[in-house]
């Protein structure tokens, strides 16, 4: 997919405040398509080596300074500190009109820029739906990477052009939207990692020695599986309304990782609840599978 010509944004000089995993990769990129990666901020050790790394010759210096050399400027600092931050580059006169300020939360729209605008800037939200190593694999992987853009209307085809550059793919969120959006991102890769991550270490008490490569093949399946068939793709003790099987689940997770209880018993319950509005649990064996889980969420 190619921008038109009279959408490509003008070649741009590129600042980077917060050189956390995500900034420096999409400056990387945007260096890719021509435009000039010129300043970049940073303040932990980390920060400087993947600066140094993914963005060499360019100079760390202070956020106010990003902003004076930049014509686009991305601000890739975690969601809580981004007001903040903008509005303390608006209230010291570091936002200069014209400028093109972005932003790469999931969790918010262009509201969150306000101060910047009233004082000309442009504002863009372009999130990248993808984890970040912080490491030149991430340029790579942006490839194809959707983007959650939010801008107003009037820069709606320039945002999508810039994630075009990059690489990726531009999905327009509205600005109320967007809360929600990042909920449904969050909900899947983040609680997917904590999932993997429990279920390799249950097999490994259970003896087994490369988790990974057992879970490999069989999560693969299931997420292409998932994505092409949704709920139609559940299949399990849950869905088949087998309860004792379930109660024996519980009742080993109690005896070597209670830790983990909690957490089946709840994603259990969903799956049962999907399972049987969609026609897979079948209503006579959901009534014990749900005892099952009500006696495992009361003890």
């Known amino acids: 997919m190619n921008a038109q010509p009279e959408t490509r944004p003008a070649r741009l000089t590129v600042g980077v405040v917060g050189a956390g ?20 901020s940073g303040v932990s050790d980390a920060s400087v080596r993947r600066a140094a790394a993914l963005l060499p010759d360019v100079p760390l210096v202070p956020p106010a300074e990003v902003l004076a050399a930049a014509d686009l400027v991305l601000l890739t600092v975690p969601d809580d500190a981004l007001p903040g931050l903008v509005e303390g580059l608006a209230e010291t006169g ?11 939360s999931g969790r918010y729209g262009t509201a969150v820029l306000a101060p ?116 139609a793709a559940l299949t399990g003790p849950v869905a088949r309304g087998d309860a004792g099987t379930v109660a024996a689940h519980v009742a080993e997770l109690r005896k070597h990782a209670p830790g983990a209880v909690a957490g089946y018993l709840a994603m259990a319950r969903t799956t ?23 006696d495992g969420e009361n003890r």
């Open 21 to 40: 995993r995500v900034g420096p990769a999409l400056a990387a990129s945007l260096k890719l398509a021509g435009h000039r990666p010129v300043a970049v």
């Open 94 to 104: 570091a936002v200069r009109p014209g400028q093109l300020l972005v932003h790469t």
């Open 116 to 231: 910047a605008t009233r004082a000309g800037a442009l504002p863009l939200a372009l999130h990248p739906a993808m984890t970040f190593t912080g490491t030149g694999v991430d340029v790579q992987r942006l490839a194809g990477c959707s983007f959650g853009v939010t801008a107003p209307e009037e820069l709606r085809l320039a945002a999508e052009a810039l994630v075009i550059e990059m690489g990726g793919e531009p999905e327009w969120i509205e600005e109320q939207n967007r809360p929600l959006y990042h909920a449904a991102l969050a909900l899947g890769a983040n609680h997917l990692v904590t999932l993997v991550a429990q279920s390799m270490e249950l097999l490994g008490l259970a003896g087994v020695t490369a988790p990974d490569r057992m879970l490999g093949p069989l999560l693969g399946a299931a997420l292409d599986n998932a994505l092409r068939s949704g709920d």
């Open 272 to 294: 049962a609840d999907r399972a049987l509005a969609h026609g897979l649990l079948k209503p006579e064996l959901a009534e014990d599978l749900l005892g099952v889980l009500a």
